[in-house]
């Protein structure tokens, strides 16, 4: 199945997340026993006079098997792609119109829902599976199509629900989750003003930044593509980073940076220095456990390539720290990471713009506006360990 390579690194958090490990330590497990299948909740308040279609795609849990959920929670398995890809069975569920609501039900996935509006979304099969939208690509056919998507794990643990610009900012949504006290947790809402500030603030950013919008030829503003997707389509320039990567390789060539990668472990610590150009990280005898060459600004934005991050206690944590550091440019600032303190985030000239402006204009300060914007909990999303219902909230587009 293609994923995109930014949501590997997010699906590697997802995965922690389910089994009870997060970067800040061990999470709390289910009082009572998960359903089967949840409801979800799915509220159309963008304003916006289109139908919208939903889909629930994902992996089934107890099997391993893709596929797709209906409006029962009932799984439908893909059926066998080719090569070229074969079209998908049409997954898609009538959502609501504006002002209203329709209530699905969710089954145990780890997977997406995607939401589109006034047109299907294209999905086909290869033989590996279901391909999803890749819009960076001007002939993906879902370019011009106006839509989003969530990701969710719903397991015996519960749920965790997120609102995910990490591959593209655009149409406008929250998430949440009802426990069992009946107290509701959302996350994903923007400032009044908040999707036309983005857009407006990343025009003004000098560099290239405004080559990520995307519109549609009627004037239809679509999404703003991630900065690592940008490099891919040669909207930001591939060296866009480069200074800011080349002054952190310096500094600790002579000085050390200090990973602390677990909030609830302080004890477990590494340190890190450049040699040679590259950077080694050392544990408290002394040993070398891993080694980082310099990255790239792709690497920087995507948090993969010379920044993978394998799902293990010692290299994955210390490159999702360094990941974080990169992209909020505070490695330069605080030689103890990761930084939390989000008033030290993007203060340098060089940074992931996309992201600082993604941020200033959540109403919670927290975004999924890179793959490991979790490091500190400054990530869009919303875990209960005793789902009631979960909720997928359609805002208006100002």
């Avoid at 999470?27 to 889909?55: C, D, H, M, Q, W």
């Avoid at 990701?151 to 997120?162: A, F, K, Q």
């Avoid at 080349?246 to 002579?254: A, F, G, H, M």
């Avoid at 690497?299 to 990941?323: E, H, M, W």
Wanted: charged fraction near 15%; aromatic fraction near 10%.
């Amino acid at each position: 199945m293609f994923v995109s390579r930014k949501l590997l690194a997010l699906a590697f958090t997802a995965l922690l997340c389910a089994a009870g490990v997060t970067a800040t330590g061990p999470t709390a497990t289910a009082e009572a026993a998960v359903p089967a299948t949840i409801p979800l909740k799915f509220t159309n308040n963008s304003g916006r006079s289109e139908p919208v279609y939903i889909y629930n795609l994902g992996t089934e849990l107890s099997t391993g098997r893709q596929g797709w959920a209906d409006a029962s929670g009932t799984f439908h398995p893909w059926p066998a792609g080719g090569n070229p890809p074969t079209p998908a069975p049409d997954a898609s569920i009538a959502g609501p119109a504006s002002g209203r609501s329709v209530t699905i039900r969710m089954p145990k996935f780890s997977g997406r829902i995607y939401f589109s509006y006034g047109q299907k979304l294209v999905f086909k099969l290869t033989t590996g599976g279901l391909v999803q939208p890749a819009v960076q690509n001007p002939s993906d056919p879902n370019r011009n199509i106006l839509f989003n998507w969530s990701e969710y794990t719903l397991n015996d643990s519960g749920l965790w629900i997120n609102s995910t610009q990490v591959d593209m900012f655009s149409a406008p949504y929250a998430v949440g989750v009802q426990a069992a006290d009946g107290t509701v947790k959302n996350t994903g809402h923007l400032k009044p003003g908040g999707y036309n500030g983005f857009y407006n603030a990343l025009r003004g950013q000098p560099g290239g930044w405004a080559n990520l919008i995307q519109t549609r030829a009627d004037g239809t503003v679509l999404r703003a593509l991630a900065p690592g997707h940008g490099i891919e389509a040669g909207a930001l320039p591939a060296n866009i980073m480069d200074d800011y990567i080349n002054r952190v390789w310096n500094k600790y060539t002579t000085s050390t940076l200090t990973v602390t990668p677990f909030a609830s472990q302080p004890g477990i610590k590494y340190y890190g220095r450049v040699s040679g150009g590259v950077m080694n990280f050392t544990n408290g005898s002394g040993t070398v456990v891993t080694s980082f060459q310099k990255p790239d600004s792709d690497s920087v934005f995507g948090c993969y390539k010379r920044l993978d991050a394998p799902n293990d206690q010692v290299r994955g944590p210390i490159s999702r720290t360094l990941c974080a550091g990169f992209n909020r440019s505070t490695l330069l600032t605080n030689p103890n990471q990761p930084d939390t303190g989000s008033a030290n985030f993007y203060q340098d000239v060089v940074t992931n713009h996309y992201a600082r402006k993604i941020h200033a204009q959540m109403a919670d300060g927290k975004a999924y506006a890179f793959a490991f914007d979790d490091v500190g909990a400054h990530e869009s999303l919303v875990h209960d360990g005793n789902p009631q219902t979960a909720y997928v909230t359609l805002d208006p587009f100002n």
